[in-house]
């Protein structure tokens, strides 16, 4: 087998894992409506704190961008 078959498979086994962990952590959710919430509550914070950064860098490089004249 070559080097870059190997490279494949054992990239191939460590996403066939993260995709089983993942849903064994999705199996939990469904069996723990409390922690489901938490997780919820918690991406909302998190979305909000991203798109506050997000709106103050686009305000940022608007204001740094130079200045150009419409042509009349």
Same mark, same amino acid.
């Given at each position: 087998?070559?080097?870059?078959? @190997?490279?494949?498979?054992?990239?191939?086994?460590?996403?066939?894992?993260?995709?089983? %962990?993942?849903?064994?952590?999705?199996?939990?959710?469904? @069996? @723990?409506?409390?922690?489901?919430?938490?997780?919820?509550?918690?991406? %909302?914070? =998190?979305? $909000?704190? =991203?798109?506050?950064?997000?709106?103050?860098?686009?305000?940022?490089?608007? $204001?740094?961008?130079? $200045?150009?004249? $419409?042509?009349?």
């Amino acid at each position: 087998m070559a080097p870059d078959e @190997d490279a494949m498979r054992a990239a191939a086994r460590e996403l066939i894992a993260a995709g089983r %962990s993942f849903l064994d952590a999705a199996e939990a959710l469904l @069996d @723990d409506p409390a922690a489901t919430e938490r997780v919820v509550a918690m991406m %909302s914070v =998190v979305s $909000k704190q =991203v798109q506050r950064v997000v709106s103050d860098a686009a305000d940022d490089l608007a $204001k740094r961008a130079p $200045k150009t004249r $419409k042509n009349t």
